[in-house]
């Protein structure tokens, strides 16, 4: 079992961070190169062939340019079916509320350079009103994802990937003054003020970035560490959403370079979330038998470095590009007559051929720009950015060969969409998770859940669901949508919009001769891949295959059937559905299980904390 004291986990740390520190180490490096020297005023580093802004300009936008939408279904369809519908809505609000793109936006940004981390909390939310307020919960929760940087991350150096680290975590900073302020206003958090006291202003903040010329703001480190597999608190459980612990400790004043004394600056807590943790860590390629994945720029940085030599190389032999005349000097006259004229004719006695020579000293060889052209052709190969992906084709290969390379760049971006996509869904299934089980979670979803309910003003209440169907968290299914987090041009949706009226024409009429055609999954099907993720919306599916059941009657003696006309659907008598005035009800009827929580977080003042 690993030791939980203050000492033996700062060590484990500190291990961790030094297996950290060597993945980032030449991550500031490329951030210079990255701005270039006016960025900063000068303080970057100018690399003629920028790959690090050609990469990251062209793949972000690639990776996410939208929020996600999320699909939730279950494996119990029939008992969890309105509980997969609330919480589909209810992620897909928390998105747009959270406008959770811009922070995506950070961690595809991270994951090219190196690894990106996620932080998932709940906390206040502070945007409802009063009255919503008294409606919701008297203290409603709002899951929170946060940033964390990279230099503040660290994991178990032991462990070959995240679902086996034995421990977790990040380091924060924060106002003396003020944690001391939280930890005699709130007793009940489990501060320990005594402890926050020997700590000394400015300890630990060496090696943070851009801390080295700061003023002094009497801000202390602190490191918090999850532990999954120790369960301190006897009193609560798995059963009951409490899954490891949480440590908070800090190096103290009394510190020297052989001695350092830590303290656990608050009482260690069960930590209230989903068994996989509340980080959510994002990579590209995983390295076997290393938990840090390998970055695309990271991978060909050494290629970046040899073409950028050579370019450097052949710059400084064009600026020392000079060419020379040689002239007889029994001729005074003729060098200042060379040097000032262009384009006249100047008579000169006796002139020769051998009086005047001309002569090219220095410049780019056909060598250097032959080397050059092979280390860009090899750099683009082994990065995957080719000339189309660029938005340039000059017309050197055929159109054969351009297809190739876009299907060989095609797979490669797949695969990092993919990544990206697994780690974003695991995010949004940390948030379900708050949704599902937190009771003190409660908002409204908006009038687009409102339509596809059936409600005149849905809310999202956690923790209502009905334990005694046998359904768990586990037997819901969440993914995002096809194409929901990537960009769609106007004359993409002008398209699609045709495309759309001609096949909902060309299906409608078949849906109630062919009842026994799935139409709502082969609708949902066909949306996915036109990327049109309502299109099974646009069509009642199941009103039309009641059309289709109804037995027209036919008078006496009359061959031919009369007609159905529009206005009899509905009327009383007739067997088709009708419309029913809607009530007020929230998604998830049944009563909220009362489960031990942990005590509601203040509004937040500081960083991110577990």
């Known amino acids: 079992m690993l030791k939980t004291d203050a000492t033996s986990l700062f060590a484990e740390i500190e291990h961790a961070e030094a297996l950290r520190d060597a993945h980032v180490s030449a991550m500031g490096e490329q951030v210079d190169k990255f701005t270039g020297p006016h960025y900063t005023g000068g303080g970057g580093e100018y690399v003629p062939e920028n790959h690090y802004y050609e990469y990251v ?7 996410i340019f939208d929020n996600p939408r999320v699909r939730v279904t279950s494996r119990r369809a029939g008992t969890q079916k309105d509980v997969a519908a609330a919480l589909r809505h209810g992620l897909n609000r928390w998105c747009r509320d959270s406008d959770v793109r811009k922070l995506l936006t950070l961690i595809a940004t991270d994951c090219l350079f190196n690894f990106g981390v996620l932080l998932i909390t709940e906390e206040i939310n502070q945007t409802m009103s009063s009255h919503e307020q008294t409606e919701a919960k008297s203290k409603p929760m709002w899951p929170t994802v946060t940033r964390i940087p990279q230099k503040r991350f660290f994991v178990d150096p032991l462990a070959t990937n995240i679902q086996e680290a034995r421990f977790v975590g990040h380091k924060w900073v924060r106002d003396k003054e003020d944690l001391l302020s939280e930890a005699k206003n709130n007793p009940d958090a489990g501060w ?11 300890t630990g903040l060496d090696g943070l970035d851009g801390r080295e010329d700061a003023p002094d703001r009497g801000e202390i480190v602190a490191y918090e560490i999850w532990v999954p597999e120790i369960a301190e608190d006897s009193s609560v459980g798995v059963d009951e959403g409490f899954h490891g612990t949480i440590y908070t400790l800090a190096v103290g004043g009394d510190t020297t370079e052989d001695e350092r004394k830590t303290e656990m600056i608050r009482e260690p807590r069960a930590y209230y979330g989903p068994r996989w943790g509340p980080y959510v860590f994002f990579g590209m390629y995983p390295v076997p038998d290393s938990i840090y994945p390998l970055s695309p720029i990271i991978a060909v940085e050494g290629q970046v470095d040899d073409l950028n030599a050579h370019v450097l ?90 297809q190739i390379a876009e299907q060989a760049a095609t797979i490669r971006l797949a695969f990092q969409k993919q990544q990206f996509q697994d780690a974003v869904e695991r995010a949004l299934r940390t948030v379900a998770w708050y949704l599902y089980y937190d009771d003190r979670i409660a908002f409204p979803l908006g009038q687009e859940a409102a339509n596809d309910l059936g409600m005149i003003d849905p809310w999202l209440v956690g923790g209502s669901h009905d334990d005694e169907s046998g359904a768990t968290f586990d037997d819901l299914e969440l993914e995002i949508e096809p194409y929901s987090m ?63 059941g109804m037995q027209v009657l036919t008078p006496q003696g009359s061959g031919q059937a009369s007609p159905m006309l529009a206005g009899q659907v509905g009327q009383a008598g007739n067997q088709g559905p009708a419309l029913r005035p809607t009530e007020r009800m929230r998604p998830i009827k049944t009563p909220p299980r009362a489960i031990p929580q942990p005590p509601p977080q203040q509004a937040p003042q500081g960083p991110a904390q577990l």
Do not use: C
């Open 313 to 402: 190389a052949a710059s400084h032999s064009a600026e020392n590009y000079k060419r020379l005349i040689f002239t007889d000097s029994s001729d005074p006259r003729l060098p200042q007559k060379v040097k000032e004229s262009d384009g006249y004719v100047i008579p000169v006695q006796g002139l020769n051929q051998q009086k005047m020579v001309q002569a090219e000293i220095g410049g780019m060889t056909q060598t250097q720009m032959a080397y050059i052209e092979s280390a860009r052709d090899r750099l683009d190969r082994n990065s995957g950015i080719q000339e189309a992906q660029r938005g340039n084709v000059e017309g050197r290969g055929t159109a054969t060969e351009v």
């Open 486 to 548: 990537e960009r769609t041009t106007e004359g993409t949706l002008q398209r699609q919009a045709r495309e759309v009226l001609e096949l909902i024409s060309n299906i409608a009429p078949m849906i109630p001769q062919t009842p026994y055609v799935n139409w709502a999954e082969l609708l949902t099907m066909l949306g996915d891949s036109m990327n049109v993720p309502d299109l099974d919306k646009y069509i009642d599916t199941d009103f039309a295959m009641t059309l289709g």
């Open 192 to 202: 320990n003020a005594q402890a926050i006291e020997l700590i000394s202003e400015g």
């Open 57 to 63: 300009s062209l793949m972000v936008p690639r990776l």
